[in-house]
């Protein structure tokens, strides 16, 4: 168990440009969630995937952000014509087990700063 | 919906004080309930959660939380504060199908020598 990884850490882009970030979740994990968390707040559900099917989006998630799961294992989620108002961590975290009371495991974040 | 609610946006402890961290739940049904530290730079982690059973759950790092249905409260306590404890504290609940997480805004924890 190498817990979840997520690439970039960081990311410093100008507003427009297209960004995408990947989530590795713990192997054998069959639930991926990607949540935002800006500054001074809890973190915000944006998205789930149990294994490679999308169940569940957020409004947040406007159609400049897409999500994949190709395979069932690493997740990538990318913001098209990033805006400045789109700078903050985005988190991921996986799971497995009864839904509802699993627990989540978060990775580290990507930060991501819109100039 | 329901939504958790955390009313203490900073607290400054003592080391070696007990702490008590407020959480308020909105949920008509039994909530199922999380209490998640972060620390700088680094992912969340999980302390400890409440679904069922017994009300006063224990958790990990000497942290334990009361769920108190007549005051809609999930209180993170713990008895002596380590230095090492300073982080942001997030209480959190599950969504209504149970798919997504629903965070307060958090406490930040400053621990003073």
């Known amino acids: 168990d190498t817990g979840v990884s997520q690439n970039p850490r960081h990311k410093i882009t100008k507003r427009g440009q297209n960004v995408t970030f990947r989530c590795d979740p713990i192997?054998?994990?069959?639930?991926l969630y990607w949540y935002r968390q800006t500054l001074g707040q809890g973190p915000e559900f944006l998205t789930y995937f149990q294994n490679e099917a999308q169940l569940e989006k957020s409004r947040l998630l406007s159609d400049r952000f897409s999500a994949e799961r190709p395979k069932g294992s690493f997740s990538t989620l990318e913001i098209q014509r990033t805006e400045q108002g789109d700078s903050a961590m985005y988190l991921c975290a996986s799971s497995s087990g009864l839904a509802g009371v699993e627990t989540q495991y978060f990775g580290p974040g990507t930060r991501l700063l819109v100039l | 919906a329901q939504s958790v609610t955390q009313p203490d946006i900073h607290i400054t402890v003592s080391e070696g004080a007990s702490l008590e961290l407020r959480c308020n739940y909105s949920y008509g049904a039994t909530p199922y309930l999380f209490w998640y530290v972060q620390s700088p730079g680094q992912g969340l982690q999980l302390l400890l959660k409440?679904?069922?059973?017994?009300?006063l759950v224990q958790g990990i790092k000497g942290f334990e939380a009361e769920f108190k249905r007549s005051q809609s409260s999930f209180n993170l306590r713990k008895p002596s504060v380590h230095w090492s404890d300073a982080a942001e504290y997030f209480c959190a609940d599950r969504g209504n199908n149970n798919n997504d997480m629903r965070f307060g805004a958090g406490t930040r924890l400053t621990v003073k020598p």
């Open positions: 409440y679904f069922s059973g017994d009300t």
């Open positions: 192997s054998e994990h069959n639930r």
